[in-house]
């Protein structure tokens, strides 16, 4: 209730653990970890395998639950939630971007991207007309009516980034987003999340890729469930190092 | 998340693997249409049995003489004519003051003061195993039941051809004689026996009429049979001695009940039996056989409704297994829908819906099916239709699909998100 304080950061984790089994076969995933992301960030979280920067996303993304330890949203306690306040939470305030895309089978492009919204109780019209400006903003305007299985791996993860977006989320958390992907595919997926994020969005994504991390505002290493290093490359209000600054519209080429 | 929604999703699963979807379908299908139609052939077993007793004759009550004394069998189902049989241990042997049905006791039943609830009488004498002849072919016949015309509306038998006899030519004791399907084939063969004589053990008998094909009635042919007024047999074979039987029809079927009350007080006044005494004689009621079979022919549909039942059973499992296999495998489908927001209401309503849908088509291609079925005759019986039946079988398969998919579409709902996308 501090007066006129600063809106809460968007994501404040408090000395999170996690920790998967028990006794002798127990292992120990996150070691207490504490982070804030405040609006606007672009947030790169790297680590090599087994590092626990997955396992640091689920919980980022109210997937899976933290031994111990917490975790707010938009200032919001997320252990005190229930099933149904955790649904309403994924809708609403996160945007999830996984490295195998996750569409669903046999829907339409503009069909998985309308869905979060369906889930959220959006009318079909206004459904279809956000679905449409989602595609439109990663470049798949002319694809919307093709199934996932029509399209290319960079096409599936911008359908997948546009349904993560779609919801207008406080935070996009995307868990190694071009892991599958090749070269000119990874770049179009990062051109898309660098222009979101100098569009304003809260961006958190995960990647072993320094060229992935070269991208982002800030780049925090995890090593063995531990953050050993939180490294700022850009102040938060300025626009992402590598934005491709389109022709035409040099300095302040913003889309939205 | 509206309803229609919710169906949509539902229906896109179930059309995604329709080969599937149609064979948990067929499951239901078979299993409500055994029930719509083994209750109909239920049912029409039981019309057909039904009528074939009322073809025996409508509203009717047979008065018969009781043989014997104390140790007398009691026929199974025997009519309620022996109610009040309150007879003592040491009674055996005939009684003495036994009296038989005679003309007179069939004469004071037909009295309308004291049995208003009687239609009509006919007194029976039957002379069985009579060699009939008519020009070298001989025949001997069942049953040759000498009578009043009545006899023929009392125990429904119409002629197929000729004419009945009538009071006069009972009065008058004419030799004439109304005869049985059979009976006509074996005579006649191809000729037509309307006004031609036969010879019943050596006493000439004019034909007048052919009965009217009733079909066997168990182990008797009931077309073997001659019929002729009273006097002619009772003069020619059977002496004027007692009555085998008095035929007794009631106005309606309402007052069957009513008219053996009366019959049964007629005839304890004549026959003087009073308080304990059992009647030297027994009343068989028509209506109290059709209530037995029908209570026999009941419990059959209700056997038979119960082996449709186990097989809507079966299909409700096969929906259960169907519904787990999906759930299974759209596992990982399920944890993307939860990462994007999908609460576990909307999971559960999706394949609760799913189920639902396949046990609602299942069972009204059954319906078709039954109903369709039911049109043509199986095993001989005409099946009915019952609507209950059809409500009833529709109303258990939505239950089965609520119920038997209520665990898989649970299982589902109750997934933690990252379990669900870890899934492969």
Known sequence: MSAAAAPPPVLDVRNVTKVYGRGETEVRALRGVSLTVERGDYVAIMGASGSGKSTLMNILGCLDVPTSGRYLIDGTDVGTLDDRQLALLRNRKI?????????????????????????????????????????????????????????????QQRVAVARALVTAPALLLADEPTGNLDTKATADVLDVLDRLSAAGRTIVLITHEDDVAEHAKRVIRLVDGEIVDDRRQVAVHEPPPRLRVTAGAAGTGVPE | MSAVEILRFALRGLLANRLRSGLTMLGIMIGVAAVILLVAVGQGAADSITSNIARLGSNTLTVSQAFGGGLRA???????????????????????????????????????????????????????????????????????????????????????????????????????????????????????????????????????????????????????????????????????????????????????????????????????????????????NQEALRETVASAVGTFTVLLAAVAAISLLVGGIGITNIMLVTVTERTREIGIRKAIGASRGAI???????????????????????????????????????????????GVSLAIGLFFGSYPANRAAKLRPIEALRHE
């Open chain 1, 95 to 155: 945007g999830f971007v996984f490295q195998s895309f996750n569409l669903i089978p046999r829907m339409s492009a503009l069909e998985n991207v309308e869905l979060p919204l369906a889930y959220g109780g959006v009318r079909p019209a206004e459904r279809r007309r956000r679905a449409l400006a989602a595609l439109e903003r990663v470049g798949l305007a002319e694809r919307v009516h093709h199934e996932p299985n029509e399209l290319s791996g960079g096409q």
């Open chain 2, 74 to 284: 009691i026929g199974p189902g025997g009519g309620p004519g022996q109610r009040g049989e309150g007879r003592r241990p040491g009674a055996t042997g005939p009684r003495t003051q036994a009296k038989e049905l005679s003309l007179a006791d069939a004469r004071a039943l037909a009295d309308p003061a004291a049995a208003p609830s009687v239609r009509s009488v006919s007194p029976v004498v039957v002379a069985q195993s009579q060699t009939a002849t008519y020009e070298g072919a001989s025949h001997e016949i069942g049953q040759l039941v000498g009578t009043y015309p009545s006899y023929f509306e009392a125990t429904n038998k119409p002629v197929a051809k000729g004419g009945y006899f009538v009071n006069d030519d009972v009065l008058a004791a004419r030799k004439i004689v109304v005869i049985g399907q059979t009976v006509a084939e074996a005579l006649f063969g191809t000729v037509d026996p309307i006004g031609r004589q036969i010879t019943i053990t050596g006493v000439p008998f004019t034909v007048v009429g052919v009965l009217k094909e009733t079909g066997s009635q168990g182990v008797q042919d009931g077309d073997d049979i001659a019929i002729a007024p009273l006097p002619a047999v009772q003069q020619s074979l059977t002496g004027f001695g007692a009555l085998d039987q008095i035929v007794v029809q009631a106005k309606d079927a309402d007052s069957v009940n009513a008219a053996e009350a009366e019959i049964t007080a007629i005839l304890n006044e004549r026959h003087g039996i009073t308080g304990t005494a059992s009647p030297d004689y027994r009343i068989q």
């Open chain 2, 348 to 394: 559960l309503g999706q394949f609760l819906a799913e189920a639902t849908m396949l046990s609602l088509v299942g069972g009204l291609f059954g319906v078709a099916v039954g109903v369709l079925g039911s049109q043509f005759t199986i095993a001989g019986v005409r099946p009915v239709v019952v609507p209950s039946s059809i409500v009833l079988a529709l």
